[in-house]
């Protein structure tokens, strides 16, 4: 089913050239939809229309059947969430407390969280397997670990779509993938995923459908296997690839050494 | 910090609120004993009698304002360094103080009545509020656009401020002027009390039930708006409801500064960022501090001190030493 879908947006800063031009997308509910994009590619732009913040001039978003502007801001954070790469929380906020944060749109303006929200809070951090780390500070726990809280807090608001901002980009393998993996298997629960990223590899990984982002406008979106070939690679980052099969069916991209500029 | 502590440090700052409200009542050129002062609070006693009036019509209604006054700077303050994300932001900066210091100017050159005052005060502090979000929103409302348009305001009030000086008598308006431009809670008498109080209440009211609301204020816009928030709305509110009751402040006392821009600073080393509990500990704090200064203020001296004078002189170097520790810490601005 699909939960959130844009139809041939533009979208374009006030005086600026087009940022997205006739970017067509769709997230369905139990996918994790990728989008690879080099540095610059519009990538956030994009995220930041799919969840409202950003009105394009051109096109529309769809949230669950509706245009997306005529739906009322609380309901929307209530069915679209997003994942920045990082947060701005005020210093010595605990784990808990942030993904609390994640109740606001349930709440009315005079509200503070009850008890219910709180349950739904813990429930949440269960989820991303961190319940243990709910009393410390958040500038207390790991990058990776901030990246799961962050993904607890949009569990917490009860959103079918989350929209992760580059989840992979400052982590070190390791918790790329466990980053990666509690989305795939949240995924299975129903939610939809989309993802940004530079890493091929780990669209290769995880992706249940992969687009490629460039110049504004975006690739249909296909399964990992049609999608990652060394002409779509090199068409979005610039730079030749090639694409590996290893004996067991795992597929890897890697970028074929290059002398000088091209 | 724990639930417990947190219980304690509530109970210990509200008990010594009431401790310095009571030395308030009793100390000062006409000492009074507690006994007395607390029968005739509960209506009894004579109420003819000059401890009565000293009592009931000079100090009890002083040391009302000094406690209304007090949390509303606080409040403001802290509110304010919430919305803007910017510990050293306070009603000063955001060009409130000098508009409605301006105005009370305008109010004592045009009419010698403390109404006229009151309503110049709180109409120029609100025109320049209302100015800044104006403008700041057509710019978008972030928190440099705010404040940029808020030193610009104050600049021009400030300026505004000097020519009614000038033009002011010199014998009789300009003293006046001068000393309220001071900040002093020598003249309050009961007639400032409903109005002070409505504001206040009101105000502190909402700044209470939104307590939670400003840590997410601490959010970058885009994360907050992604949450449902509409920030630019919240600021904007916020920004009015602190500058109605620092303009309330202003137009009964005059200008007391620091008070706004420290104790936030005081609640946070208490009992950390979160507005839940910072918010209530820094009215108690600002609260408790105006009117220990208030007493100080009219007892130290024969002559009464300027109010304004005392934060100003107590408030830079305790300032500084924050700031101090803000900047090792950090090892940066």
């Known amino acids: 089913m699909i939960l959130l879908s844009a139809e041939r947006i533009s979208f374009r800063y006030p005086r600026g050239p087009d940022v997205l031009s006739g970017v067509s997308l769709d997230a369905s509910s139990g996918a994790v939809e990728f989008i690879l994009g080099a540095n610059g590619s519009g990538k956030s732009t994009l995220l930041h229309c799919l969840c409202g913040l950003l009105a394009p001039q051109m096109g ?64 949440a951090l269960e989820a991303v397997g961190l319940g243990h780390l709910a009393a410390k500070r958040l500038d207390e726990v790991s990058g990776g670990e901030r990246q799961m809280i962050l993904v607890a807090r949009g569990l917490a608001q009860q959103a079918r779509v989350l929209l992760m901002d580059e989840p992979d980009a400052h982590l070190d393998p390791r918790y790329q993938q466990e980053v990666l993996g509690t989305a795939a298997r949240l995924a299975r629960t129903g939610l939809s995923f989309v993802v940004t990223s530079h890493h091929p590899n780990n669209a290769l990984l995880h992706a249940t459908r992969i687009a490629f982002l460039g110049d504004g406008m975006c690739t249909k979106q296909v399964p990992p296997g049609s999608a990652v070939t060394p002409e779509g690679l090199e068409a979005t980052y610039g730079i030749p690839f090639q694409v590996l099969h290893g004996p067991d069916g795992a597929i890897a991209a890697m970028p074929r050494p290059h002398n000088g500029p091209r | 910090m724990s639930t417990r502590a947190w219980r304690s440090t509530w109970v210990v700052l509200l008990g010594t609120v009431v401790l310095l409200f009571a030395v308030a009542l009793v100390v000062g050129r006409y000492p009074l004993r507690l006994g007395e002062a607390v029968r005739l609070l509960l ?14 019509r000079v100090r009890l209604p002083r040391a009302l304002a000094a406690v209304m006054i007090g949390a509303n700077l606080a409040g403001a303050g802290a509110v304010f360094q919430a919305a803007f994300q910017n510990p050293l932001v306070d009603s000063r900066i955001l060009g409130i103080g000098s508009a409605a210091a301006f105005g009370a100017a305008l109010g004592m050159l045009l009419s010698a009545s403390p109404t006229v005052i009151h309503v110049t005060a709180f109409v120029f502090g609100v025109l320049a509020v209302v100015l800044v979000a104006l403008i700041g929103w057509r710019l978008g409302a972030s ?44 003249r309050v008498d009961w007639s400032e009390i409903p109005a002070l109080a409505a504001v206040s209440g009101v105000g502190l009211g909402a700044f209470f039930a939104l307590r939670w609301r400003l840590n997410l204020l601490a959010l970058s816009d885009i994360e907050a708006e992604s949450l449902g928030i509409h920030v630019r709305g919240e600021r904007i509110v916020l920004l009015l409801i602190g500058t109605a009751i620092v303009a309330a402040s202003v137009a009964t006392a005059g200008m007391i500064g620091w008070i706004g821009l420290i104790v936030p600073h005081i609640g946070r080393l208490l009992v950390g960022a979160d507005h839940r509990r910072m918010l209530p500990v820094s009215l108690l704090i600002g609260a408790g501090l105006m009117i220990g200064l208030d007493t100080v203020a009219r007892t130290a001296t024969a002559a009464e001190i300027p109010l304004g004078v005392l934060t100003g002189v107590l408030g830079v170097p305790a300032f500084l030493v924050l700031f101090w520790g803000m900047v090792r810490r950090r090892g940066t601005v």
């Open chain 1, 60 to 123: 529309l978003i769809r949230l669950q059947g509706s245009p997306i502007q005529n739906v009322r801001r609380r309901m929307r954070a209530r069915a679209v969430g997003l994942v920045p790469q990082r947060s701005e929380a005020l210093f010595g906020v605990t784990v808990k407390d942030t993904v609390l944060m994640g109740r606001t749109p349930h709440l009315g303006i005079l509200e503070s969280p009850g008890r219910q929200d709180h349950a739904v809070a813990r429930e």
């Open chain 2, 43 to 56: 209506g009894f006693g004579d109420r003819e009698s000059l401890d009565a009036a000293v009592l009931l």
């Open chain 2, 143 to 186: 928190k440099l656009v705010l404040v940029i348009v808020g030193v610009l305001m104050s600049a021009l009030f400030t300026s505004l401020l000097g020519l009614v000086k000038y033009v002011a008598d010199p014998l009789s308006t300009l003293p006046a002027i001068t000393y309220w431009q001071l900040g002093s809670l020598s």
